[in-house]
């Protein structure tokens, strides 16, 4: 008898993604449902998403949803945490909402300790009102508002807010990871899942920073965007555990 | 606490806060009304199951205020003027999510940063929503020390009954002023009406969503329309205004919280030299007290607004009367604090013409 080796996981929901082809929300969403069913979360997950291109994952994550203003998923995953300390709370963030306009809320969660889990998406722009510059930007690179490229006397250098957090006492697990390849896919697999377990074990604030291809306002093909990644993208943003105080959980 | 203590009214509506079963509080420091900032630290070290956080940001005290309430706790965050603004983003997010929380604007003179003295000058903020959209926020104005203690605890009935949030409106002036208080007996968190919206996490039922994104306009239009009725049954429900000297009155003074304190004291000095002058205090400024306004109208033809403001209640009032009465205004802005002499002769001005 034929053996089912692949399906939908079981804590997303039966709706068609709004995602642009060759876009990394997608692949994301996939994990992160998979990690939830793999930790017997579902029962007790509390998921924030972003102003963004993801807003709408509260149509496709089949666990408790709570929308924020944009930038605010540290302050109210907080809120939510605090009240209900035996659930797992995470954020679901885009680059811009957790690196520009939700900066303060976000460092300050981190450095309280705060038990939650942020998932940061890197794509390096503002995808959803159509490509503008993001505090992820690499310098040069064309976006709508940096339409020359990004210019670092004009614009400021990349941002690079999973460092910063690295820094603060309270975080205590920080990785970089990408889901431009199988194999980094894996990783960032296992990255989200060490998160969860981290907060689970009442450990402090994780946080993973995924490396995401945006084809569709990169102006690129779904391949030439994971190579961007590769090759562009993890020279400014590199691979690596960025902080780890909890060893191997 | 069965018999009457003396407290200052920052500290009232901390501890009538804690006896309303608020077990949340975020907040962030301004004058005028850091006492309450750190009365409810206290009271929240105290409380076995109560959670203080001093937010780094207004807007992360307002949203962490969010979260909590998501998770079914009743909350509660404070602030004046410069800081109820940073909140307004997440005053409309709790209207358009309909969930109940508790925010006490303490009041101080604007706009910009003003200064800290009382002022009434967030009357327009308050009640006409303050944030984007199309929203309104049930706003409660406490004129004395017993009356921060009792709307404070009905603020937090009206939150949760209405799934919306409600704004004590008070100002520097009630915040630091010590008066005599009897405390209601604290509630009984486990009496209080479930709340069979929250997100506490999908254990063994539906997962639920808690949004406000609403692309479809005719979805967005009928949460409009949703909130608008709800609006309405607050309006037909809980309007509440104080009358006083009323009965034989030719003219009516009308004025809230700190000003209709003054302005009781000018109206007591006008009744000794035989005016026939009243007083109408609204106790909701959203609803406004329309109703009772409009029976004062039937017997009273000159009505006299008296507000710590350029004048913005007054559009309220004549909103009501619709014309049919003359409406005079008099108003200190600035944190300016009139005293009771200065309205009598305001008073007299008007009451020789009419009498």
Same mark, same amino acid.
């Given at each position: 008898?034929?053996?089912?080796?692949?399906?939908?996981? %079981?804590?997303?929901?039966?709706?068609?993604?709004?995602? *642009?082809? =060759? *876009?990394?929300?997608?692949?994301?969403?996939?994990?992160?449902?998979?990690?939830?069913?793999?930790?017997?979360?579902?029962? %007790?997950?509390?998921?924030?998403?972003?102003?963004?291109?993801?807003?709408?994952?509260?149509?496709?994550?089949?666990?408790?949803?709570?929308?924020?203003?944009?930038?605010? =998923?540290?302050?109210?995953?907080?809120?939510? %945490?605090?009240?209900?300390? /035996?659930?797992?709370?995470?954020?679901?963030?885009?680059?811009?909402?957790?690196?520009?306009?939700?900066?303060?809320?976000?460092?300050?969660?981190?450095?309280?300790?705060?038990?939650?889990?942020?998932?940061?998406?890197?794509?390096?722009?503002?995808?959803?009102?159509?490509?503008?510059?993001?505090?992820?930007?690499?310098?040069?690179?064309?976006?709508?508002?940096?339409?020359? =490229?990004?210019?670092?006397?004009?614009?400021?250098?990349?941002?690079?807010?999973? /460092?910063?957090?690295?820094?603060?006492?309270?975080?205590?697990?920080?990785?970089?990871?990408?889901?431009?390849?199988?194999?980094?896919?894996?990783?960032?697999?296992?990255?989200?899942?060490?998160?969860?377990?981290?907060?689970?074990?009442?450990?402090?604030?994780?946080?993973?920073?995924?490396?995401?291809?945006?084809?569709?306002?990169?102006?690129?093909?779904?391949?030439?965007?994971?190579?961007?990644?590769?090759?562009?993208?993890?020279?400014?943003?590199?691979?690596?555990?960025?902080?780890?105080?909890?060893?191997?959980? | 606490?069965?018999?009457?203590?003396?407290?200052?009214?920052?500290?009232?509506?901390?501890?009538?806060?804690? $006896?309303?079963?608020?077990?949340?509080?975020?907040?962030?420091?301004?004058?005028?009304?850091?006492?309450?900032?750190?009365?409810?630290?206290?009271?929240?070290?105290?409380?076995?199951?109560?959670?203080?956080?001093?937010?780094?940001?207004?807007?992360?005290?307002?949203?962490?205020?969010?979260?909590?309430?998501?998770?079914?706790?009743?909350?509660?965050?404070?602030?004046?003027?410069?800081?109820?603004?940073?909140?307004?983003?997440?005053?409309?997010?709790?209207?358009?999510?309909?969930?109940?929380?508790? +925010?006490?604007?303490?009041?101080?003179?604007?706009?910009?940063?003003?200064?800290?003295?009382?002022?009434?000058?967030?009357?327009?903020?308050?009640?006409?929503?303050?944030?984007?959209?199309?929203?309104? @926020?049930?706003?409660?104005?406490?004129?004395?020390?017993?009356?921060?203690?009792?709307?404070?605890?009905?603020?937090?009935?009206?939150?949760?009954?209405?799934?919306?949030?409600?704004?004590?409106?008070?100002?520097?002036?009630?915040?630091?002023?010590?008066?005599?208080?009897?405390?209601?007996?604290?509630?009984?968190?486990?009496?209080?009406?479930?709340?069979?919206?929250?997100?506490?996490?999908?254990?063994?039922?539906?997962?639920?969503?808690?949004?406000?994104?609403?692309?479809?306009?005719?979805?967005?239009?009928?949460?409009?329309?949703?909130?608008?009725?709800?609006?309405?049954?607050?309006?037909?429900?809980?309007?509440?205004?104080?009358?006083?000297?009323?009965?034989?009155?030719?003219?009516?003074?009308?004025?809230?919280?700190?000003?209709?304190?003054?302005?009781?004291?000018?109206?007591? $000095?006008?009744?000794?030299?035989?005016?026939?002058?009243?007083?109408?205090?609204?106790?909701?400024?959203?609803?406004?007290? $329309?109703?009772?306004?409009?029976?004062?109208?039937?017997?009273?033809? @000159?009505?006299?607004?008296?507000?710590?403001?350029?004048?913005?209640?007054?559009?309220?009032?004549?909103?009501?009367?619709?014309?049919?009465?003359? +409406?005079?205004?008099?108003?200190?802005?600035?944190?300016? +604090?009139?005293?009771?002499?200065?309205?009598?002769?305001?008073?007299?001005?008007?009451?020789?013409?009419?009498?």
């Amino acid at each position: 008898m034929a053996k089912k080796i692949f399906s939908r996981p %079981k804590y997303l929901k039966k709706a068609v993604f709004h995602y *642009c082809p =060759g *876009c990394g929300h997608s692949i994301i969403h996939r994990i992160v449902a998979e990690v939830i069913e793999e930790l017997d979360i579902r029962g %007790k997950t509390i998921g924030i998403p972003p102003a963004g291109c993801a807003v709408l994952a509260y149509d496709y994550f089949d666990v408790d949803m709570a929308e924020a203003a944009h930038g605010r =998923g540290a302050a109210v995953a907080t809120g939510i %945490k605090r009240v209900l300390p /035996d659930r797992i709370v995470f954020t679901y963030q885009g680059d811009g909402d957790i690196s520009a306009i939700g900066t303060a809320e976000t460092i300050h969660a981190a450095n309280r300790g705060d038990n939650i889990t942020a998932l940061f998406v890197n794509n390096s722009v503002y995808g959803m009102t159509g490509g503008q510059m993001a505090p992820t930007t690499l310098l040069g690179q064309m976006t709508t508002t940096t339409p020359g =490229g990004r210019k670092i006397r004009r614009d400021g250098a990349p941002l690079n807010l999973s /460092d910063m957090l690295g820094l603060v006492e309270g975080s205590v697990y920080i990785e970089r990871t990408a889901v431009n390849s199988p194999r980094n896919i894996r990783r960032t697999k296992k990255a989200i899942k060490k998160a969860f377990k981290v907060q689970m074990a009442n450990l402090g604030f994780s946080l993973v920073e995924i490396l995401s291809p945006c084809p569709t306002n990169w102006k690129m093909s779904p391949v030439d965007a994971c190579a961007w990644i590769e090759e562009t993208m993890t020279s400014v943003f590199p691979l690596k555990v960025i902080k780890n105080e909890v060893g191997k959980i | 606490m069965s018999e009457k203590v003396l407290m200052s009214g920052n500290h009232v509506i901390g501890e009538a806060a804690a $006896r309303a079963g608020c077990r949340f509080y975020a907040g962030y420091p301004i004058t005028p009304q850091n006492e309450l900032t750190e009365y409810m630290a206290g009271v929240m070290d105290r409380l076995e199951d109560g959670i203080f956080i001093q937010a780094e940001s207004e807007i992360a005290a307002i949203n962490m205020v969010i979260g909590a309430s998501m998770a079914g706790c009743r909350a509660m965050t404070s602030s004046s003027g410069p800081g109820i603004s940073l909140k307004q983003e997440g005053i409309s997010f709790l209207s358009a999510q309909e969930l109940p929380a508790v +925010i006490v604007n303490c009041m101080r003179g604007g706009p910009g940063l003003g200064n800290i003295a009382p002022s009434q000058g967030d009357y327009f903020q308050a009640t006409r929503g303050g944030g984007h959209g199309d929203y309104r @926020n049930i706003v409660l104005a406490p004129s004395s020390g017993q009356e921060l203690a009792d709307l404070t605890m009905k603020a937090f009935d009206y939150a949760d009954e209405y799934r919306t949030p409600v704004i004590i409106l008070q100002d520097g002036m009630m915040g630091q002023m010590m008066e005599p208080v009897l405390f209601p007996e604290p509630v009984d968190l486990k009496k209080l009406p479930p709340k069979p919206w929250i997100l506490d996490g999908a254990d063994g039922r539906p997962s639920r969503v808690i949004k406000s994104l609403l692309l479809d306009p005719s979805v967005e239009e009928e949460l409009n329309w949703k909130l608008a009725r709800k609006y309405e049954d607050i309006s037909n429900e809980i309007q509440d205004a104080e009358t006083y000297m009323t009965s034989d009155a030719l003219l009516v003074v009308i004025a809230y919280g700190t000003a209709a304190r003054i302005a009781k004291g000018a109206v007591n $000095r006008v009744r000794k030299m035989g005016h026939r002058v009243g007083l109408f205090r609204p106790i909701t400024l959203y609803p406004f007290p $329309r109703r009772s306004l409009v029976d004062l109208g039937k017997s009273v033809n @000159n009505m006299l607004v008296f507000e710590m403001s350029t004048g913005q209640m007054v559009e309220d009032v004549k909103l009501s009367m619709e014309g049919s009465s003359n +409406i005079h205004f008099y108003g200190r802005p600035g944190g300016i +604090i009139s005293t009771p002499y200065e309205i009598a002769e305001k008073i007299k001005e008007i009451y020789v013409k009419i009498s």
